[in-house]
């Protein structure tokens, strides 16, 4: 890991060299992520086509003078993030008919279940104009990589990763090779959140104007939804809230949400015994709900 940036971000290095290259280059970067069972398979899809060449990833980025196809350079990712000791030499596929060359980086994972959304997120956010995964084939595991996708795809996501169970597959996604967009740096620190990186990765992947986005049931951002009529101030929900997201004001009265600390746990409304709160799976992308947003309870909902 680079220093700086928090441990959900496995790909930092990676994602900030592709910003990098894209830069210098103008070349669409794609990340291809794969488990070690197809290790092979995609290796030999991104031979190079010239032998004894020498030139470095990079360089084959800039003059584009080594052929068509897709420049790759790869790593392997393990549970303590990039193996420093990895191949990181240059390959060459000739997977396109002609054009600028696209650099894809390879990246073999020791697990594709375990693949979480904000590391896809700040990827696509920061250089990566498009992700190839396998998918995964255990059905656990493939059941917790559909869920992280459906959250990469609402959070601004949507048609920038293709999902592949065979290299044929990827042949056909190289016949139409994403265009190069260069993204603005998300504002990442080491201090940040996981809500924070994933809040200012969809910032910069949502439309312009977008201010909120509804996310599935299982996500673990959102508000929680006071129905002020039922609530008797009893503050259970403070009390049992795990985070700190929910407080009251000192008169009783005040409730107090700050939704860049909920995790929709859903202890809060389990605890509620008048039924008067209601999880809402949502981001809003403004800076000021990172604070508390008090409302009188006796006077507005929270909403």
């Not at 068509?68 to 990039?82: E, F, Q, S, W």
């Not at 696509?124 to 998918?135: H, L, S, V």
Request: hydrophobic content about 40%.
């Amino acid at each position: 890991m680079g220093a700086g940036i928090p441990s959900d971000l496995p790909f930092e290095d990676l994602c900030l060299a592709a910003h990098d290259r894209q830069r210098e280059t103008g070349n669409a970067q794609i990340l291809v992520l794969f488990d070690q069972g197809m290790s092979l398979s995609v290796r030999h899809l991104f031979q190079q086509d010239r032998a004894g060449s020498t030139d470095s990833a990079e360089e084959s980025g800039k003059t584009g003078d080594t052929g068509r196809g897709l420049v790759a350079g790869r790593a392997r990712l393990t549970v303590k993030g990039i193996d420093p000791d990895a191949e990181r030499q240059p390959l060459w596929g000739e997977l396109l008919d002609g054009g600028e060359p696209v650099f894809a980086t390879l990246v073999e994972v020791c697990s594709l279940g375990k693949l979480a959304h904000p590391g896809l997120l700040y990827a696509m956010a920061t250089g990566c104009d498009q992700i190839w995964i396998q998918a995964a084939q255990s059905p656990a595991d493939r059941r917790l990589q559909l869920q992280e996708l459906a959250m990469v795809e609402a959070l601004g996501g949507a048609g920038r990763f293709v999902l592949f169970s065979h290299v044929d597959e990827l042949r056909e996604a190289a016949v139409q090779p994403p265009t190069a967009s260069l993204q603005i740096l998300p504002g990442i620190t080491q201090d940040s959140s996981r809500w924070e990186i994933v809040r200012n990765c969809a910032q910069v992947l949502l439309p312009v104007g977008t201010t909120r986005v509804r996310l599935p049931d299982w996500s673990p951002y959102g508000r929680v939804t006071l129905t002020r009529e039922s609530c008797d101030c009893c503050q259970a929900c403070h009390w049992i809230c795990p985070t700190g997201a929910i407080s009251f004001a000192a008169n009783g009265r005040g409730f107090d949400f700050t939704e860049s600390k909920c995790i929709q746990c859903g202890l809060c409304v389990s605890a509620c015994p008048q039924r008067a709160l209601r999880l809402s799976p949502c981001m809003t992308l403004k800076p000021r709900i990172t604070q508390p947003q008090r409302r009188d309870i006796a006077a507005d909902p929270v909403t």
